[in-house]
């Protein structure tokens, strides 16, 4: 099987729903690296890569996020290189409420920024929300949304490699929650964590 051109569609053989490709790595080139990318695709299925209102997507291309339009599944600009830097360790999420803006963390860093998009031919802004001064590295795996009302966010924090301290982050009231240290919890450490409905979280151990 060979997939149609980016923005073609075909019908699935087995279950006959419409099949719309929005990437084409092979013939895309990378904007940090000037070659062709290796893969496209969003980060992981337990987070929307859509926006609020469904007219923006984040895709992974290889190393950075990319920024598509979600009606025309046109790629519109990849997040790196010039300015914010939003690279495939950055674990974007959208906000629930304002569709052009997301919140990320630079790659082994330890601030969470807010990336607003630019409209009405106004730039893109990034403002830092909250600098972890405790921790040099903050990540939380990938697999992790936005919480249900739109104003949590749950992270890790350590050294790099190591973000062994898990807790919640208001966004609202920008305070760091209680922390639950995985130090000697589990001999093999932790693999994912997600926050559910009452903002309380989800430890998947590895």
């Known amino acids: 099987f060979v997939p149609p ?13 419409t099949i719309t490709r929005i990437s084409d790595a092979a013939h895309t080139i ?4 000037g070659q062709p990318l290796p ?20 895709l992974i291309e290889f190393s950075y996020f990319s920024l598509y339009d979600g009606v025309t599944l ?13 690279s495939a360790s950055s674990e974007p999420l959208w906000s629930r409420t304002d569709p052009n ?6 790659y082994n860093g330890n601030q969470l920024i807010k990336y607003t998009l630019g409209t009405g031919g ?19 795996q990938g697999e992790s949304e936005m919480s249900y009302d739109g104003d949590h966010i749950v992270l890790a924090g350590g050294p790099a490699g190591n973000e062994h301290q898990i807790f919640v982050y208001t ?13 000697g919890t589990n001999p093999s450490g932790w693999d994912a964590v ?6 309380n979280v989800l430890i998947a151990w590895l």
């Open 5 to 17: 051109a980016a923005g073609g569609s075909y019908i699935d053989p087995v279950f006959g729903t």
């Open 30 to 33: 990378s904007a940090d690296s």
């Open 39 to 58: 893969w496209v695709e969003a980060e992981y299925s337990t987070k929307s890569p859509f926006n609020a209102n469904n007219s923006k997507i984040l």
């Open 74 to 86: 046109q790629r519109i600009k990849p997040l790196c290189c010039l300015g914010a830097i939003v």
């Open 101 to 106: 803006s997301f919140y990320y963390h630079p």
């Open 122 to 140: 106004n730039p893109d802004t990034s403002t830092v929300l909250y600098t972890f001064s405790e921790y040099s590295s903050i990540f939380a």
């Open 171 to 183: 966004i609202s009231t920008n305070t760091k929650g209680p922390v639950f240290d995985t130090t």
């Open 194 to 199: 997600y926050i559910i409905p009452d903002n």
